[in-house]
């Protein structure tokens, strides 16, 4: 998972860098970051295409009981990262736009009221 997530982000990072290029009418950055962010994305693509090779191994070792441990886990990290996620694209507090974002979004569960069905 860390190598899908770093690739991604260092997509948006060459994405960023060229349009701010674009922005400034630098076409030497904004070229070289297309260029990097395309080696990015064929990077990225790679990743992705071993996932299951990659979710085999990961849980090789895991048995039936374990795996439903394993996936309270997981469902424990999605959570952590959409809530980080939501704090980084929240708007400044007190504003309007913090009023409406926060009568907007969905109040997420707490990862702890997760539990596999057996």
């Known amino acids: 998972m860390h190598a899908y997530s ?3 982000m260092e997509l948006a990072a ?7 290029a674009d922005r400034a ?3 030497r950055v904004s070229e070289l970051a297309t260029r990097i962010g395309a080696e990015e994305r064929a990077m ?3 990743v992705e295409d071993r996932w299951e090779s990659a979710t ?3 849980l090789r070792d ?23 996620g939501m704090q980084r694209s929240r708007p400044a507090r007190g ?4 009023q409406r974002w926060r009568r907007s979004s969905p109040t997420p569960r707490s990862p702890s009221t ?5």
């Open 6 to 8: 770093y690739e991604h």
């Open 14 to 20: 060459y994405e960023l860098l060229r349009r701010v």
């Open 25 to 27: 009418g630098n076409s």
């Open 44 to 46: 990225a693509d790679r």
């Open 56 to 58: 085999r191994a990961s």
């Open 62 to 84: 895991k048995g039936a009981e374990n795996l439903r441990e394993e996936l309270v886990k997981y469902l424990r990290d999605a959570h952590a990262l959409e809530a980080q």
């Open 95 to 98: 504003s309007r736009a913090c």
């Open 114 to 118: 997760w539990r596999p069905k057996r």
